[in-house]
């Protein structure tokens, strides 16, 4: 069992910075990825960025280049630096440990909301 906590939530402007926070603990040893995903209202959820345990890292399209997904493994915890911020980066962000058999561990999620 994995249990996560994401943090660094809240309203900017557009242009704006925010830097998440995705703190895990239990038996991370079995976690391969981890992955940032974000859910607006009525959307599905939709990933965003991920990190691989070896420290290989993949964006979406739409934040390339504005978004950066770091680990520090001393704090088992994975951030999400989010620059340049537009209003279509708002919604619930949540992260998601993926584990080697398959299961997907969630955590509670945290809000993030751009707009003028």
């Known amino acids: 069992q994995v249990h996560l906590v994401e943090s660094g939530g809240g309203w900017v402007q557009p242009g704006g910075s925010l830097r998440l926070s995705c703190a895990a603990d239990g038996d991370i040893s079995a976690i391969s990825a981890i992955s940032w995903y974000r859910q607006a209202p009525g959307e599905r959820r939709k990933l965003v960025a991920g990190i691989t345990s070896i420290g290989s890292a993949g964006y979406t399209d739409s934040v390339k280049g504005r978004f950066t997904i770091s680990r520090d493994d001393a704090k088992n915890t994975v951030y999400l630096q989010m620059n340049s911020l537009k209003v279509e980066d708002t919604g619930v962000y949540l992260c998601?440990?993926?584990?080697?058999?398959?299961?997907?561990?969630w955590g509670q999620g945290t809000q993030v909301t751009v707009s003028a």
């Open positions: 998601g440990a993926h584990a080697e058999g398959g299961t997907t561990f």
